[in-house]
Nanobody, 123 residues
Framework: QVQLVESGGGLVQAGGSLRLSCAAS?????MAWFRQAPGKEREFVAA????????NYADSVKGRFTISRDNAKATVYLQMNTLKPEDTAVYYC???????????????????WGQGTQVTVSS
């Protein structure tokens, strides 16, 4: 059972930045970030494959968020810049094997999930 531990969430003003981290207990997985705002369904944010040769972003975060990974540390990062109040959500790290690019934004591609970290952006 892979364990994922997120960190780096918090409260930030609009226009600010945060970097989320997700440490995995073991394994060679494709990784992703999803988020869920109150009263809304969980939505895809970004994904990166094991070799970091493939990344995918939701349209709402393109140009503002960057996903990266350090396999030596078994950690994936989400650098979030120019944050907006609508980015407020619980952010979840996920691990799995999406296989092909078009499946990278699908929650069903990821077998393991973290507990989530709260990101709150004030206006």
């Amino acid at each position: 059972q892979v364990q994922l531990v997120e960190s780096g969430g918090g409260l930030v003003q609009a226009g600010g930045s945060l970097r989320l981290s997700c440490a995995a207990s073991f394994g060679s997985y494709d990784m992703a970030w999803f988020r869920q705002a109150p009263g809304k369904e969980r939505e895809f944010v970004a994904a990166i494959n094991w070799s970091a040769s493939i990344t995918n972003y939701a349209d709402s975060v393109k140009g503002r968020f960057t996903i990266s990974r350090d396999n030596a540390k078994a950690t994936v990062y989400l650098q979030m810049n120019t944050l907006k109040p609508e980015d407020t959500a619980v952010y979840y790290c996920a691990a799995g094997q999406f296989g092909i690019y078009r499946d990278s934004d699908q929650a069903r591609s990821y077998a393991y999930w973290g507990q989530g970290t709260q990101v709150t952006v004030s206006s």
